[in-house]
C-alpha cells in the first residue's frame, strides 16, 4: 500500500512539473503593452458612491503578466497630477493573483470612490471635493505607463482615494 501512495505521489509530481514546464511564464507588462478604459459601471451608484472598471487590454504581439492592485494617478483635464491614494478595496483578499495576458488579452480591476461626498480638509459647499479627474494614469508593473480616460470624467472625493480590486481575468 505504502508503495502505491509514493507512486501516485511520484506521478502526480511529475505532472505538476509537466503543466508547469508547459507554460513558461511571461515577463511583467510594460506600459508600452498596455491600452485600457476606466468607466463607469452603469447602475453601481447609489449612497455617495460609484465603481468604475479598469479594464486593460494587451495590444502587443507577446504575453506578459501582472498581479495584485493598480498603481494609479489621476490627471486633469490639462494633465497636471491630482491627489490619488490607491487602497485595497479587500485588504489581505486575492491581492496576490497572477493574471497572464496573451496578446489580445483584457484583465480588469474595480474602482469603488465617491464622486460627491467630500472627506476631511475638502470644500463642503459651492464647489467639488476635488478637481474632475479625466484621465488615469496607469503604471505598469513592467515599467513604464499608460493613459486611459476617464469615462465620464468626475471628482474622486476623500483626496483622491480610489478603492482597487485587485486584477483579475476577463472572460468573452
Given amino acids: 500500500m505504502r508503495s502505491l501512495v509514493a507512486l501516485l505521489l511520484v506521478v502526480l509530481a511529475a505532472s505538476a512539473a509537466a503543466v508547469a514546464a508547459a ?59 491630482l491627489p490619488t491614494a490607491v487602497k485595497a478595496a479587500f485588504p489581505g483578499a486575492l491581492s496576490a493573483v497572477l493574471v497572464r ?26 464647489t467639488r471635493c476635488e478637481p474632475v479627474a479625466y484621465r488615469l494614469r496607469v503604471t505598469a508593473q513592467g515599467g513604464g505607463t499608460t493613459t486611459v480616460a476617464v469615462t465620464p470624467p468626475t471628482s474622486v472625493c476623500e483626496h483622491g482615494r480610489l478603492l482597487f480590486s485587485a486584477y483579475g481575468i476577463v472572460t468573452g
Fill in 101 to 126: 495576458l496573451a496578446p489580445g488579452a483584457r484583465t480588469r480591476a474595480t474602482a469603488r470612490f465617491s464622486p460627491d461626498v467630500p472627506g476631511v480638509g475638502e470644500p463642503t459647499q459651492g
Fill in 23 to 81: 507554460r513558461p511564464t511571461a515577463a511583467a507588462c510594460t506600459g508600452a503593452q498596455l491600452t485600457g478604459s476606466f468607466k463607469a459601471i452603469p447602475g453601481s451608484a447609489g449612497a455617495g458612491n460609484i465603481t468604475y472598471a479598469l479594464v486593460l487590454r494587451n495590444r502587443s504581439t507577446t504575453a506578459c503578466q501582472l498581479s495584485g492592485l493598480p498603481s494609479a494617478r489621476l490627471l486633469g483635464k490639462t494633465g497636471k497630477p
